[in-house]
């Protein structure tokens, strides 16, 4: 591209699930749409998402016979935001959420499958949902969505794979966990990996997109359908505007020289947060973490180039959220090439037959919570002056059926993960305490008195296994009463570190429910509007529920694109 300027309706900044979500629908409405995206590939931390959405009211509830007054989501938010509840930003989403997700379905090719058992997190919070209330992708073959998404999409987060394959939550992740124990489960787990090694031996990567691959893959199919224009390698450098104030461009600095686009309509920024911003992790973000004390999810391509954008023409970012960022614990694998993997515990917490402790050896929350809600929990119980950190704990009979991290269950071998130390062996609790450096004491009294309740089905110091979203947590085949309970005797024991980690950022740009950017006196700064991260979260810095970051940023860029696309008429 030649360094003269060139003009669209409208500039996106970034090509997350908000980015996409703006583009595509604008682009419907009749707009011209470029979408500029500083890595090489295209998708951000949403294609190395699970890819869920938080929609309540969606058509695919209603299809099952589950209509929903919003009155019910909206109360069960209201309890859980407190005095982080935005009436007008939480009835913008509820009321449009629906019609998104319809949208897409309908008219793009993006398609869905129904979230129908997954319950929001705090079930004993008045209006929380037992389930119907999200959407995720439907798993597609790159091969359909053809090779110009294959040149455009972020590969698959290995250390969320099976060998580079995806699993999906639902169905084809309890298979997954029953190969061992159902001959139906074993087929469907032979052919998925028969599949993957012939798609790696042709097509050098994996052919079977789920998650937030498959989200990305086809929002990317859907914009290119649209034709909206995709510029990767390229980073915003600068905020263009006229005299008035009015944003009207932006500056870019593509693989080969800077150049100007000019905005008629507008900018949208979406460039995924700041995670990897150190200096404002450090003034944020609690503890005052640097480069080896938090480990995101996010690409390296998240340092706050949007938030810096906006505030460069007078935007500002919201400090007042209950937490600046979102939280997920993490544990660390160190691979011979000298690379350090991310891996997040999702899965493994929530399982019957597993605790977390911290270094005196004692629980300090409920571990089927929400995976902010562990790690929130171990960065304020950690005294002061000691590592942030915890381990999860198992023995020798959940090893065998559930996966700890990284480390899956039999048949593949746990061998290369002792050897590696990511994995830690101990004959007896108390010698696993002592070479973790845990109060031994500590240990040995937590697990006898966790599994005392276990075998009654109880937790009786933080009441784990009873919501519908601890119970779905669990294993369906646990031998004891409660899904979400085992007892931990049967050496050896097994122990993983975990370490706080993030899957993005809750602390955005102050926005109003049109994703418009304002001042300093809430006033929209004419031109430039924020989705996604970029955009401060509408749910102030809580987490309710599976789906909060991708379902708003899907739903107000779906109300961000539909907005401009009507300006552009006019502009």
């Known amino acids: 591209m030649s360094d003269q300027s060139v003009t669209y309706d409208i500039v996106v900044i970034g090509s997350g699930a908000g980015g996409l979500s703006t583009a595509i629908t604008a682009a419907r409405g009749g707009a011209s749409v470029l979408v500029v995206?500083?890595?090489?590939?295209?998708?951000?931390?949403?294609?190395?998402?699970?890819?869920?959405?938080?929609?309540?009211r969606?058509?695919?509830?209603?299809?099952?016979?589950?209509?929903?007054d919003r009155s019910e989501p909206r109360r069960y938010l209201e309890n859980r935001l407190g005095?982080?509840?935005?009436?007008?930003?939480?009835?913008?989403?509820?009321?449009?959420?629906?019609?998104?997700?319809?949208?897409?379905e309908k008219q793009t090719a993006l398609q869905f499958v129904p979230g129908t058992k997954i319950a929001d997190i705090h079930g004993d919070t008045p209006g929380a949902g037992t389930g119907h209330r999200s959407v995720g992708p439907k798993p597609v073959s790159l091969r359909t969505l053809g090779p110009d998404v294959a040149r455009l999409l972020r590969r698959q987060l290995y250390e969320t794979s099976f060998l580079g394959m995806g699993i999906m939550a639902g169905p084809d992740l309890q298979a997954f966990l029953h190969s061992t124990r159902s001959v139906k489960a074993f087929g469907h787990c032979a052919v998925r990996v028969s599949k993957h090694m012939v798609d790696l031996a042709t097509k050098r990567r994996g052919q079977q997109l789920v998650n937030g691959t498959a989200l990305v893959g086809r929002l990317l199919r859907s914009a290119l359908d649209e034709g909206v224009k995709i510029q990767t390698g390229t980073s915003a450098t600068a905020l263009v505007t006229d005299d008035a104030g009015r944003v009207?461009?932006?500056?870019?600095?593509?693989?080969?020289?800077?150049?100007?686009?000019?905005?008629?309509?507008?900018?949208?920024?979406?460039?995924?947060?700041?995670?990897?911003?150190?200096?404002?992790?450090?003034?944020?973000?609690?503890?005052?973490?640097?480069?080896?004390?938090?480990?995101?999810?996010?690409?390296?391509?998240?340092?706050?180039?949007?938030?810096?954008?906006?505030?460069?023409?007078?935007?500002?970012?919201?400090?007042?959220?209950a937490s600046p960022v979102a939280y997920c614990p993490v544990s660390l694998v160190h691979y011979r090439n000298g690379k350090t993997g991310v891996f997040p515990h999702i899965l493994d917490r929530g399982k019957p037959g597993v605790i977390g402790v911290l270094a005196d050896g004692r629980r300090f929350v409920n571990e089927a919570l929400g995976y902010h809600d562990y790690t929130l929990a171990m960065v304020e119980k950690v005294p002061d002056g000691h590592e942030v950190c915890s381990w999860l704990i198992a023995d020798a009979r959940y090893l065998r059926y559930l996966p700890l991290g990284m480390?899956?269950?039999?048949?593949i071998p746990t061998l290369p993960y002792l050897r590696s130390g990511y994995l830690t062996k101990g004959a007896t609790v108390r010698e696993l305490a002592t070479k973790l450096g845990v109060d031994p004491d500590?240990?040995?009294?937590?697990?006898?008195?966790?599994?005392?309740?276990?075998?009654?089905?109880?937790?009786?110091?933080?009441g784990r296994g009873t919501t519908p979203f601890a119970k779905g947590s669990g294993d369906p085949d646990n031998p004891w009463p409660n899904p979400s309970l085992a007892p931990i005797e049967h050496g050896p024991f097994y122990a993983v570190k975990v370490v706080p980690g993030s899957f993005g950022t809750f602390a955005g740009l102050v926005t109003d429910a049109e994703s418009r950017v304002l001042d300093a006196h809430d006033q929209p700064i004419a031109g430039l509007s924020a989705v996604g991260v970029d955009q401060s979260s509408v749910m102030g810095g809580h987490y309710p529920s599976g789906g909060i970051n991708l379902g708003p940023a899907m739903t107000f860029g779906y109300r961000a694109g539909r907005r401009l696309a009507q300006e552009a008429k006019t502009a």
């Not at 969606?58 to 929903?68: I, K, Q, R, S």
């Not at 480390?407 to 048949?411: H, M, Q």
């Not at 500590?442 to 009786?460: H, P, Q, S, W, Y």
Request: aromatic share 10%; charged share 25%; with cysteine.
């Open 58 to 68: 969606n058509l695919f509830a209603h299809a099952d016979g589950v209509y929903e």
């Open 37 to 56: 995206e500083k890595a090489d590939v295209c998708g951000g931390a949403t294609a190395w998402s699970g890819g869920w959405m938080w929609t309540p």
């Open 407 to 411: 480390s899956k269950p039999f048949p």
């Open 442 to 462: 500590g240990l040995e009294k937590t697990v006898t008195a966790f599994n005392e309740g276990a075998r009654d089905g109880i937790d009786t110091e933080y």
């Open 248 to 321: 009207t461009g932006v500056r870019l600095q593509g693989p080969r020289n800077a150049y100007t686009v000019h905005a008629r309509a507008g900018v949208v920024l979406a460039t995924g947060g700041f995670t990897h911003d150190l200096d404002r992790r450090r003034e944020l973000f609690p503890r005052n973490p640097g480069e080896n004390e938090h480990w995101t999810l996010t690409p390296s391509t998240t340092t706050g180039d949007g938030i810096t954008l906006g505030e460069s023409v007078g935007g500002r970012l919201d400090t007042t959220v």
């Open 83 to 104: 005095d982080n509840f935005d009436a007008a930003k939480v009835d913008a989403l509820l009321d449009t959420a629906p019609e998104m997700v319809e949208f897409f």
